[in-house]
């Protein structure tokens, strides 16, 4: 799969659940809630989806811009990883794995591309 199409991919699916995240929707007020997390959380991890996710959506003009939004993207999903694995049963946590390995690619493919600048 080629990385530019993976960026979108993930860019798109982030700006998504970013905005779900934003504007409270109840399915994620219920999830935040079930887990025992401050709605702040909520809040905060749906701000740093959706300021990461144009990073991807861009990366085929601004190769930094990616690296940079996979990267926060990254931290993000360490977090949600631990806790679908900690609080929910583990097939939750293997997808969320999978998601954050996507993410390690990206920004992995984008230092690539920008080791004579780094």
Known sequence: MSV???EVVLGVFFLATGLLKLFAHPH????FRRFQYPL?????AGALEVVAAPGLLVGYW???WALLG???LCGVMVGAT???????????GWGTLVILGLCVWVAVARRELLTPWI
Not at 40 to 44: G, K, V
């Open 82 to 92: 631990y806790t679908n694995f900690a609080k929910r049963p583990p097939v939750y």
């Open 62 to 64: 601004l190769p930094l």
């Open 70 to 72: 996979a990267v926060v």
């Open 28 to 31: 994620m007020v219920k999830e």
């Open 40 to 44: 702040w959380l909520m809040r905060l």
């Open 4 to 6: 530019l199409i993976l």
